[in-house]
């Protein structure tokens, strides 16, 4: 492999890596606050790119259709939401069911499959083509994301929803309302999805139809990787989200060294799952192994 | 206080697992009744408490709580007049948060959750004073996250949650079965001092018989979703653990009175 080769795909990687890792602080709040594998991502990421595609093209400044990305998949969000809370579809399913539905919108929103974006002819924030100023823009949004989200969950609200997510029953009993809870936090978890989507679609240049397959993959990784090597220094809940992104740069920096090695693109995929499943086993198996060391020095 | 009149329940009903859990209940508690209940296991003890909680719509009958029909609202609805604490220590807390914001979001039980930061300076001081109260050296571990603490703390900060916005309704499903002897009696003084100050209306459901006829004002015993004793007062104080193992025999035609004594 080239080292130099390598050193010239970083900054793409790292830019890549907060945009993704923007998607990553959507997974978790699903995922981690409300204890939800929520499957609506890898529709809703698609439908951001595509509205803030279509908008952009049709002469929205490109700041301003990521508001309306962030809606879109907000209302994507708030389907999943609703049938799984007020028509008893399990969480997965009822994600399964949007993502699929969601396929056939994003095919409507854009007309075709894909849907060019080039930056010699729109205003874009973020571009392969200016990576430095990329990763500035994305980092202050990840910035931004990361303090509110710090403020609205710590508010009684936010609260309410992070104890949903701790202790259904407890929750209920508490007087919290269960469905409404959920279907806030699946909201504003796609809501950064697909802001997330609209980010990366003037990133790569284009919105594609696939852009958002095995996002929730990536999503995880993210969130786990971060977990896995800040979560015994982290404590705050904000350097908690700020590892997600980091652990999204991680992801993205380790594909660039494993394609500099050699890997295909379209091996991607498997090793992406493959780090997954590794990734989620860590804590199970990291358990194990300090339960057995500690029955040991007992 | 709570007008409970001939409420039904039957689970899986229409399939070959159909069990009649509550069978035309009704049960009236007047302001300040503490009421204990007892029965063998699948009486319907927990079944009545949840009926009135609605954790789930009962088949017929009616559900007043201070003069206020509760059939239709929800759970999180009815959570305004009630406290709860369950027999499972896990059940009652946010284990992932700590004993302040376990506290804070008991605090707002029956208020709308706003977008006000969730726990207000002033309440750091009312938590601290309270927790202290319980004699357990939980004040001075306010941010400990609740998943840290043993299944008595557990219990008595679930306690502290049912009772800090003062409850219509008390309902405590044996909430000291999981615990040590010693740690159960501890979390039932602190129950009674905490029913006594704020004079609250009380249903406790036990498999403790000595505990049944120490605490409350009145007892009662279930068999089969009815409730087939109902003894206060003066006779009630009198009772031997024997006289309700008699009862239960004479009553329920059920000779197995071992079922009663579980505990
Ligand atoms: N959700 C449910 N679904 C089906 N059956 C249930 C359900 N809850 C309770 N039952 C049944 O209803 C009957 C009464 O149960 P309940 O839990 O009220 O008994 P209990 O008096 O609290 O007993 P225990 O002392 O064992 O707690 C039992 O036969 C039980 O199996
Ligand atoms: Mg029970």
């Given at each position: 492999?080239s080292?130099?080769?390598?050193?010239?795909?970083?900054?793409?990687?790292?830019?890549?890596?907060?945009?993704?890792?923007?998607m990553?602080?959507?997974?978790y709040?699903?995922?981690?606050?409300?204890?939800?594998?929520?499957?609506?991502?890898?529709?809703?990421?698609?439908?951001?790119?595509?509205?803030?595609?279509?908008?952009i093209v049709n002469?929205?400044?490109?700041?301003?259709?990521?508001?309306?990305?962030?809606?879109?998949?907000?209302?994507?969000?708030?389907?999943?939401?609703?049938?799984?809370?007020?028509?008893?579809?399990?969480?997965?399913?009822?994600?399964?069911?949007t993502?699929?539905a969601?396929?056939?919108?994003?095919?409507?929103?854009?007309?075709?499959?894909?849907?060019?974006?080039?930056?010699?002819?729109?205003?874009?924030i973020?571009?392969?083509?200016?990576?430095?100023?990329?990763?500035?823009?994305?980092?202050?949004?990840?910035?931004?994301?990361?303090?509110?989200?710090y403020?609205?969950?710590?508010?009684?609200?936010?609260?309410?929803?992070?104890?949903?997510?701790?202790?259904?029953?407890?929750?209920?009993?508490?007087?919290?309302?269960?469905?409404?809870?959920?279907?806030i936090?699946?909201?504003?978890?796609?809501?950064?999805?697909?802001?997330?989507?609209?980010l990366?679609?003037?990133?790569?240049?284009?919105?594609?139809?696939n852009?958002?397959?095995?996002?929730?993959?990536?999503g995880?990784?993210?969130?786990?990787?971060?977990?896995?090597i800040?979560?015994?220094?982290?404590?705050?809940?904000a350097?908690?989200?700020?590892?997600?992104?980091?652990?999204?740069?991680?992801?993205?920096?380790?594909?660039?060294?494993?394609?500099?090695?050699?890997?295909?693109?379209?091996?991607?995929?498997?090793?992406?799952?493959?780090?997954?499943?590794?990734?989620?086993?860590?804590?199970?198996?990291?358990?194990?192994?300090?339960?057995?060391?500690?029955?040991?020095?007992? | 206080m709570?007008?409970?009149?001939?409420?039904?329940?039957?689970?899986?009903?229409?399939?070959?697992?159909?069990?009649?859990?509550?069978?035309?209940?009704?049960?009236?508690?007047?302001?300040?009744?503490?009421?204990?209940?007892?029965?063998?296991?699948?009486?319907?003890?927990?079944?009545l408490?949840?009926a009135?909680?609605?954790?789930?719509?009962?088949?017929?009958?009616?559900?007043?709580?201070?003069g206020?029909?509760?059939?239709?609202?929800?759970?999180?609805?009815?959570?305004?007049?009630?406290?709860?604490?369950?027999?499972?220590?896990?059940?009652?807390?946010?284990?992932?948060?700590?004993?302040?914001?376990?506290?804070?979001?008991?605090?707002?039980?029956?208020?709308?959750?706003?977008?006000?930061?969730?726990?207000?300076?002033?309440?750091?001081?009312?938590?601290?004073?309270?927790?202290?109260?319980?004699?357990?050296?939980?004040?001075?571990?306010?941010?400990?996250?609740?998943?840290?603490?043993?299944?008595?703390?557990?219990?008595?900060?679930?306690?502290?949650?049912?009772?800090?916005?003062?409850?219509?309704?008390?309902?405590?499903?044996?909430h000291?079965?999981?615990?040590?002897?010693k740690?159960?009696?501890k979390?039932?003084?602190?129950?009674?001092?905490?029913?006594?100050?704020?004079?609250?209306?009380?249903?406790?459901?036990?498999?403790?018989?000595?505990?049944?006829?120490?605490?409350?004002?009145?007892?009662?015993?279930?068999?089969?979703?009815?409730?087939?004793?109902?003894?206060?007062?003066?006779?009630?104080?009198?009772?031997?653990?024997?006289?309700?193992?008699?009862?239960?025999?004479?009553?329920?035609?059920?000779?197995?009175?071992?079922?009663?004594?579980?505990?």
């Amino acid at each position: 492999m080239s080292i130099i080769s390598l050193l010239g795909a970083l900054p793409g990687s790292i830019a890549q890596g907060i945009i993704w890792g923007i998607m990553a602080l959507g997974v978790y709040i699903t995922y981690k606050v409300l204890d939800l594998a929520d499957l609506t991502v890898d529709g809703s990421l698609c439908t951001g790119g595509a509205v803030a595609a279509m908008l952009i093209v049709n002469g929205m400044n490109p700041l301003l259709s990521l508001l309306f990305a962030f809606i879109a998949g907000m209302a994507a969000g708030f389907i999943t939401g609703f049938i799984h809370t007020k028509m008893g579809i399990p969480a997965i399913l009822a994600g399964i069911l949007t993502q699929l539905a969601l396929y056939s919108i994003n095919m409507r929103i854009m007309g075709r499959a894909t849907q060019a974006l080039s930056v010699d002819e729109y205003n874009l924030i973020v571009s392969l083509r200016y990576i430095n100023k990329s990763i500035l823009i994305g980092l202050i949004f990840a910035v931004v994301i990361i303090l509110v989200s710090y403020w609205f969950f710590g508010t009684e609200l936010g609260s309410s929803i992070r104890a949903t997510g701790s202790n259904l029953n407890m929750s209920r009993a508490q007087g919290i309302n269960t469905d409404r809870t959920k279907i806030i936090g699946l909201v504003l978890s796609n809501g950064l999805v697909a802001l997330a989507g609209g980010l990366y679609a003037m990133f790569q240049g284009n919105a594609d139809i696939n852009m958002g397959r095995g996002a929730i993959v990536i999503g995880l990784a993210a969130v786990i990787i971060g977990e896995v090597i800040f979560g015994k220094i982290f404590r705050n809940f904000a350097l908690k989200l700020a590892s997600i992104v980091i652990g999204s740069v991680i992801y993205y920096v380790v594909i660039a060294i494993v394609i500099q090695l050699g890997l295909s693109t379209t091996d991607l995929k498997l090793f992406s799952a493959v780090i997954v499943a590794v990734a989620l086993s860590i804590p199970y198996l990291k358990n194990r192994y300090f339960s057995k060391g500690g029955s040991k020095n007992a | 206080m709570l007008e409970v009149r001939g409420i039904s329940k039957t689970f899986n009903a229409g399939t070959i697992n159909a069990k009649k859990a509550l069978d035309q209940v009704s049960l009236t508690l007047n302001e300040g009744d503490f009421v204990t209940v007892i029965g063998g296991n699948g009486a319907g003890k927990s079944t009545l408490l949840n009926a009135v909680a609605g954790v789930f719509n009962v088949d017929e009958g009616q559900i007043m709580i201070d003069g206020v029909e509760v059939n239709r609202l929800s759970e999180h609805k009815r959570a305004k007049f009630l406290g709860r604490v369950f027999q499972d220590p896990m059940n009652g807390t946010a284990a992932t948060m700590g004993i302040d914001e376990n506290l804070a979001l008991a605090y707002r039980r029956g208020k709308s959750r706003t977008l006000r930061w969730g726990i207000q300076a002033k309440e750091h001081k009312l938590y601290r004073e309270m927790l202290k109260e319980l004699g357990l050296g939980l004040e001075d571990r306010m941010t400990t996250r609740v998943g840290l603490l043993s299944g008595g703390q557990r219990q008595a900060i679930t306690l502290l949650m049912a009772t800090l916005q003062r409850p219509k309704l008390l309902l405590l499903d044996e909430h000291t079965a999981a615990l040590d002897p010693k740690t159960a009696a501890k979390v039932l003084e602190i129950t009674q001092k905490i029913v006594e100050r704020d004079h609250l209306t009380t249903l406790m459901i036990t498999h403790n018989m000595a505990n049944a006829i120490e605490y409350g004002n009145r007892l009662i015993m279930m068999h089969e979703g009815k409730i087939i004793f109902d003894v206060s007062g003066e006779e009630k104080k009198g009772l031997q653990v024997e006289d309700l193992l008699h009862k239960f025999t004479e009553l329920s035609g059920d000779s197995a009175s071992d079922r009663m004594l579980l505990s």
